[in-house]
């Protein structure tokens, strides 16, 4: 941390030539299981990680506001009383904090002038929310102009980084990375009930275990476009369902009601959805049960395996690179258990992978992925940290 801060404090006055005032991190998140249920009312288990977004920042007495980041290096430099919504249909970085700060000028909210810089050792685009950690942490550093740390409901600070993504950059996300990004807790995994809203911290029980997070570095091209899509297809399949069925949400429908869908392809979407959240549950209760035996994570494993195939087969969000990760991972021993993780169309996978063999599993399978796609993977392991925070 402290190398990551004295390199922040030299972009800083290297951009701005003054000293920053304040730091602060915004974590990037893996889905542990629980995938493309967030938006239909389904229960998630997500874990912001150590790796994330920086900021630096510094007020001063104008009305601007100054965004840099290592992405162009380049100042931009907006008035306050501008109207931000010409910058929705960019494809410039900073349409993510400019989002944020409309939403809250919106809320009628006022704003000291500032300088930021971002920083991030998160890989953008490759599906671990960098998006949304982006926006968590402008939210973050603006709701503390005006609260304090303790005052900030993080909750709502989700919802509202949601809306902005929903809106202002035209994805159709859930809930569940912004409130991973918001809401993460060290050494805990988080059931998120995304119908309620309600959740409970789960510690993940398993010191001799590494989580292993595999990117694929396949560019996700139209994954935005075919992620909405997906959204479509649920919400087409509810509508059928409830002129039938006393249903709120897609999680509900039952084996039995998949005949109502007509078309294949729905059915196809709708199976995946109830049995992933399924297995969500009965990750829950192995979790629960304060059992760390190698029987209680083989369980968890298959169950990983099971969501990856379903997303592959059902909800057709895999790809063959990803799908190379998880097959050559199964045919390893030390691995207990691998998915992607994400809307997925590449970005990441990740591994339940024996602690001291780790580095044995990063070489294996860097040199398999390589073999097969021509591509070279970045993988690394993985902590579970806290959420938003000054540093
Ligand atoms: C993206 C979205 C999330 C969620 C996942 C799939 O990360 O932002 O809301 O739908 O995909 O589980």
Redesign the pocket.
């Known amino acids: 941390m402290d190398n990551i801060k004295s390199k922040l404090v030299e972009k800083f006055k290297k951009t701005y030539n003054q000293e920053p005032e304040r730091f602060f991190f915004a974590p990037g998140?893996v889905?542990f299981i629980?995938?493309?249920?967030?938006?239909n009312g389904g229960k998630?288990l997500p874990f912001a990680i150590n790796k994330g977004i920086f900021a630096a920042i510094k007020y001063d007495d104008s009305n601007k506001i100054k965004l840099c980041s290592h992405i162009d290096n380049q100042v931009y430099e907006i008035d306050y009383n501008n109207d931000f919504n010409q910058y929705k249909n960019t494809s410039l970085w900073i349409r993510y904090p400019l989002g944020v700060i409309q939403a809250l000028k919106n809320q009628g909210y006022r704003f000291k002038g500032i300088s930021l810089y971002y920083w991030s050792n998160l890989p953008v685009g490759s599906?671990l929310?960098s998006?949304?950690a982006i926006e968590i942490l402008t939210a973050y550093v603006f709701y503390l102009q005006i609260k304090t740390a303790s005052q900030i409901d993080r909750i709502q600070m989700a919802i509202l980084c949601?809306q902005v993504?929903n809106q202002f950059i035209g994805?159709k996300?859930?809930?569940?990375?912004?409130f991973s990004i918001a809401m993460g807790k060290k050494d805990h995994l988080i059931l998120l009930d995304t119908h309620s809203l309600e959740y409970e911290y789960l510690r993940f029980l398993f010191p001799d275990v590494s989580i292993v997070v595999i990117n694929t570095n396949k560019p996700r091209t139209l994954a935005g476009s075919k992620?909405n899509d997906r959204?479509t297809e649920c919400k087409l399949s509810l509508e059928i369902l409830q002129k039938k069925y006393k249903i709120n949400t897609l999680v509900e429908a039952t084996e039995d009601m998949l005949n109502d869908l007509v078309s294949n392809t729905l059915q196809k979407r709708t199976m995946h959805v109830i049995s992933e959240h399924k297995r969500v549950q009965k990750i829950r209760e192995l979790l629960t049960q304060n059992n760390s035996s190698i029987e209680n994570l083989t369980l968890i494993g298959k169950l990983l395996y099971e969501s990856h195939y379903s997303l592959k087969e059902y909800y057709e969000?895999s790809c063959y690179e990803l799908d190379v990760i998880v097959e050559e991972s199964q045919k390893i021993d030390s691995v207990y258990g691998a998915r992607m993780?994400?809307?997925?169309f590449g970005g990441c996978a990740i591994a339940l992978v024996k602690q001291q063999e780790v580095n044995n599993y990063i070489s294996q399978i860097s040199k398999k992925y390589k073999e097969k796609t021509d591509l070279e993977a970045d993988i690394f392991e993985v902590q579970i940290e806290d959420g938003v925070k000054e540093i």
């Open positions: 998140r889905n629980g995938e493309h249920i967030d938006y998630v599906g929310s998006s949304a949601q993504e994805v996300c859930g809930i569940m990375d912004q992620y959204r969000v993780t994400g809307a997925g």
